[in-house]
């Protein structure tokens, strides 16, 4: 049986430009190919976990606008219920304009519109889950109470790295964080009684538990195309492993796995593996 995630999030609309160098600052670069995809830390999470295998409730806002539909299109396709994804009248969608390098690495700038303005009430609505995981593209709000709400797997990607209640850190049962973000946060992300894992790109990703390592997985040698949403599928991988009760080592290399395949392909959303394109990467 298929474990229940409930997903509080941000959900955007991807405009990328990708192939170019990307631009220093007051640099034009020209030769980039477009496309717009599905995104949101939140949604693509949420739709990582989907694609895993999990039954996935999503809580979040889009605009009255005409990219609303095209941002949801992967999550309903793939059958995730956006029933908790509300529209907000006289908002705009929330947008990310991302420049990715031949060489797959990326810059982002997010124009949140909507994803503001989700609530405490708007998490009244979760049903019962298995895990609850938030990130912080939406307002602390939310998250905090999300975090009431919590069962026994409540899971925070603290990303983007901002200032967060010391309650967050502490009660939280799984922080997930990149290097910088783990810099950013300092001894404090191992002051609560929860797990910490840290993504160190090519180096793998490390488990720590009251500061101590607990596991470790190594990368997985891919071709990178693309880079965005690698974390995203990392987090959605590790929560759907942790709570249909696989040991931490092994939801480790499940998220490493995830994320390497997430590499391979353009976009966020499109990128996103199936439980079965991981599991044949993971066997021996």
Same mark, same amino acid.
């Given at each position: 049986m298929s474990v229940r995630i409930g997903v509080v999030g941000s959900v955007n609309l991807d405009l990328v430009?990708? +192939?170019?160098?990307?631009p220093k600052a007051g640099e034009t670069v020209t030769g980039a190919r477009f496309a717009q995809?599905? %995104?949101? $830390? +939140?949604?693509? !999470?949420?739709?990582?976990?989907?694609?895993l295998g999990a039954n996935v409730y999503m809580v979040g806002r889009v605009g009255d606008d005409a990219l609303a539909e095209t941002a949801l299109s992967l999550l309903r396709?793939? %059958?995730?219920?956006? !029933? +908790?994804?509300?529209?907000?009248? =006289? !908002? @705009?969608?929330?947008?990310? /304009?991302?420049?990715? @390098?031949?060489?797959?690495?990326? !810059?982002?700038?997010?124009? @949140? %519109?909507?994803?503001?303005?989700?609530d405490a009430g708007d998490v009244m609505g979760l049903p019962e889950c298995d895990a609850i995981l938030c990130q912080l593209e939406v307002p602390i709000v939310a998250v905090m109470a999300a975090l009431d709400r919590a069962p026994n797997l409540?899971?925070?990607?603290?990303?983007?790295?901002?200032?967060?209640?010391?309650?967050?850190? $502490?009660?939280?049962? /799984?922080?997930?964080?990149?290097?910088?973000?783990?810099?950013f946060y300092g001894p404090a992300l191992h002051t609560g009684k929860g797990m910490v894992a840290v993504t160190l790109g %090519?180096?793998?990703?490390? /488990?720590?538990?009251t500061g101590e390592e607990i596991a470790r997985a190594p990368a997985f040698d891919v071709p990178v195309v693309d880079t965005t949403g690698a974390g995203?599928?990392?987090? =959605?991988?590790?929560?759907?492993? /942790?709570?249909? +009760?696989?040991?931490p080592a092994d939801a480790m290399r499940f998220a490493s796995a995830a994320g390497a395949l997430a590499v391979t392909r353009p976009g966020a959303q499109p990128s996103l593996p199936s439980r079965q394109a991981v599991e044949a990467l993971l066997k021996p």
């Amino acid at each position: 049986m298929s474990v229940r995630i409930g997903v509080v999030g941000s959900v955007n609309l991807d405009l990328v430009a990708s +192939g170019a160098p990307l631009p220093k600052a007051g640099e034009t670069v020209t030769g980039a190919r477009f496309a717009q995809h599905p %995104g949101g $830390k +939140g949604a693509n !999470q949420a739709l990582a976990a989907r694609r895993l295998g999990a039954n996935v409730y999503m809580v979040g806002r889009v605009g009255d606008d005409a990219l609303a539909e095209t941002a949801l299109s992967l999550l309903r396709r793939d %059958g995730v219920d956006v !029933q +908790g994804v509300m529209a907000e009248i =006289g !908002q @705009s969608t929330g947008v990310a /304009l991302i420049a990715v @390098s031949p060489e797959g690495e990326n !810059q982002i700038i997010v124009a @949140s %519109g909507a994803n503001t303005l989700v609530d405490a009430g708007d998490v009244m609505g979760l049903p019962e889950c298995d895990a609850i995981l938030c990130q912080l593209e939406v307002p602390i709000v939310a998250v905090m109470a999300a975090l009431d709400r919590a069962p026994n797997l409540f899971a925070i990607n603290l990303a983007p790295a901002i200032t967060v209640p010391d309650r967050l850190l $502490k009660e939280a049962n /799984l922080l997930i964080v990149n290097e910088g973000e783990a810099e950013f946060y300092g001894p404090a992300l191992h002051t609560g009684k929860g797990m910490v894992a840290v993504t160190l790109g %090519g180096a793998g990703a490390v /488990l720590y538990h009251t500061g101590e390592e607990i596991a470790r997985a190594p990368a997985f040698d891919v071709p990178v195309v693309d880079t965005t949403g690698a974390g995203d599928t990392f987090c =959605g991988a590790l929560v759907t492993a /942790l709570a249909e +009760g696989q040991a931490p080592a092994d939801a480790m290399r499940f998220a490493s796995a995830a994320g390497a395949l997430a590499v391979t392909r353009p976009g966020a959303q499109p990128s996103l593996p199936s439980r079965q394109a991981v599991e044949a990467l993971l066997k021996p």
